[in-house]
């Protein structure tokens, strides 16, 4: 019953700034690490950022000084602040997240959200 629902997609002029929001609900013990992937069209999916539930983050080349990744773990919520927005960030994004439904699993289940799309305009 784990699903992941972002929001917070749109358009925005370059330059401009987006806030992306995950929420985590469903059957859940504990989420680790969680990430936002993002997709343009006729592209393969890759790595935007992602950040354990120890906060320790890592961010694609492309968007570090752009981009910050933040969790709130009792909300079980992700965000995605971006800012300095360029046309090349145009892309469908993806939240994903490692979730453990018990403690009896060692490692958790990988889950992807549906996606929000980000449209930047120049």
């Known amino acids: 019953q784990v699903q992941l629902v972002e929001s917070g997609g749109g358009l925005v002029q370059a330059g401009g700034s987006l806030r992306l929001s995950c929420a985590a609900s469903?059957?859940?013990?504990?989420?680790?690490?969680m990430g936002w992937y993002r997709q343009a069209p006729g592209k393969q999916r890759e790595l935007v950022a992602r950040?354990?539930?120890?906060?320790?983050?890592n961010y694609a080349d492309s968007v570090k000084g752009r981009f910050t990744i933040s969790r709130d773990n009792t909300k079980n919520t992700l965000y995605l602040q971006m800012n300095s927005l360029k046309p090349e960030d145009t892309a469908v994004y993806y939240c994903?997240?490692?979730?453990?439904?018990?403690?009896?699993?060692?490692?958790?289940?990988?889950?992807w959200g549906k996606g929000t799309l980000v449209t930047v305009s120049s």
């Open positions: 469903g059957n859940i013990y504990g989420i680790n690490t």
């Open positions: 950040i354990t539930s120890g906060g320790i983050t």
């Open positions: 994903n997240a490692d979730i453990r439904r018990a403690p009896v699993e060692y490692y958790g289940m990988n889950y």
